[in-house]
């Protein structure tokens, strides 16, 4: 990122040609690049901590030791610096429209539902859900619920829940077993009558159907 933002010559470069040549100068210049592409990188990571949407590890932890702001234990950068940004950005009285704002900021225009009802006194929150399984869906629903609990008046009921539907990856099977009984009644003296077959199918645990018919020898 730094090379990208503000890329600096070598050292080396800085020295007449005949000079870079000999071993001395290169070995010279090559402990003092190093020391300097530290410092070079502090002065980039400063420059990014002045603001929250570029903030590194550090800096972020500085505002939230500011502000006293506590994460989650597995919140990702991203997360935190949403805290920090609503601590920042959040200011009295709160409305409908900001809260929607940081909403969207949070979540994406497109993953967010709000449903207000001021009549009844009642906000409900549905967020899309990004993948069927995961822990960012969780973390996701997490930082709504910091921020409705910051902005939401105490007198409203507030519902957030994770939605979406995904295709089955994988074969769904009921519970219990499925077997099939077979009753055979025939008798013994005299094969020239029609005679009785008693089937019996089970389903799963309890249900079964049964079917008996006549059947006849050829």
Same mark, same amino acid.
């Given at each position: ?18 000079? &870079? ?43 939230? &030791? ?31 429209? &900001? $809260? ?94 029609? $005679? ?16 008996? &018919? ?5």
């Amino acid at each position: 990122m730094l090379k990208e933002l503000q890329p600096h010559k070598r050292l080396l470069d800085y020295l007449p040609d005949f000079l &870079q040549h000999y071993r001395e100068y290169q070995v010279t210049t090559s402990l003092a690049q190093t020391e300097l592409d530290v410092i070079l990188e502090r002065i980039d990571a400063l420059l990014s901590d002045l603001f929250v949407d570029t903030a590194t590890l550090s800096g972020i932890e500085h505002r939230e &030791q500011m502000y006293g702001v506590i994460p989650e234990p597995n919140a990702t950068l991203e997360e935190r610096r949403f805290a920090v940004k609503m601590k920042e950005t959040t200011s009295l009285p709160y409305t409908i429209r &900001q $809260y929607r704002e940081l909403l969207y900021e949070l979540c994406g225009a497109e993953n967010v539902e709000i449903t207000l009802k001021a009549n009844e006194y009642y906000l409900g929150v549905r967020i899309r859900a990004a993948q069927p399984t995961g822990g960012e869906n969780l973390a996701m629903l997490r930082s709504v619920n910091l921020l409705s609990k910051q902005m939401v008046p105490a007198n409203m009921v507030y519902f957030a829940v994770l939605f979406n539907h995904f295709e089955p990856e994988h074969t769904l099977y009921t519970a219990g077993a499925v077997s099939m009984k077979r009753n055979y009644q025939i008798p013994m003296s005299v094969i020239s009558r029609d $005679y009785d077959m008693q089937e019996t199918t089970y389903y799963g645990s309890s249900l079964c159907s049964r079917i008996k &018919q006549p059947i006849k020898e050829v």
